[in-house]
Nanobody
Framework: QVQLVESGGALVQAGGSLRLSCSISGDIASINDLAWYRQPPGEQRELVAHISMTDRTMYTDPVKGRFVISRDAAKNKLFLQMNNLKPEDTADYYC??????????????WGQGTQVTVSS
């Protein structure tokens, strides 16, 4: 089992920056990879950024060049640095871990979400 808790969401003006954090606990050694997703109101949840346990990263087009995903293994934390925020970035942001679980092969674990609102 893996537990995740997001923090850092806030109201920010366009052009500003925020850093989201995700605290991870449980069977951390079972984690295969980590990611940040977001869900605008009334929309489907979408992938924002992904990081492997070898620290290879990828970003979806809307955030490329503006967001940076990183992790601190010693502190069991995942981060999303968001720069030059735009109103279109307004959404609930979620961290996700894929972990291998006995009896299920693998399973997705999600945090509760943290709200980011970007004003014009």
């Amino acid at each position: 089992q893996v537990q995740l808790v997001e923090s850092g969401g806030a109201l920010v003006q366009a052009g500003g920056s925020l850093r989201l954090s995700c605290s991870i606990s449980g069977d951390i050694a079972s984690i295969n990879d980590l990611a940040w997703y977001r869900q605008p109101p009334g929309e489907q949840r979408e992938l924002v950024a992904h990081i492997s346990m070898t620290d290879r990263t990828m970003y979806t087009d809307p955030v490329k060049g503006r967001f940076v995903i990183s992790r601190d293994a010693a502190k069991n934390k995942l981060f999303l640095q968001m720069n030059n925020l735009k109103p279109e970035d307004t959404a609930d942001y979620y961290c996700m871990a894929r972990a291998f679980v006995p009896g299920t092969v693998w399973e997705e674990f999600w945090g509760q979400g943290t709200q980011v609102t970007v004003s014009s």
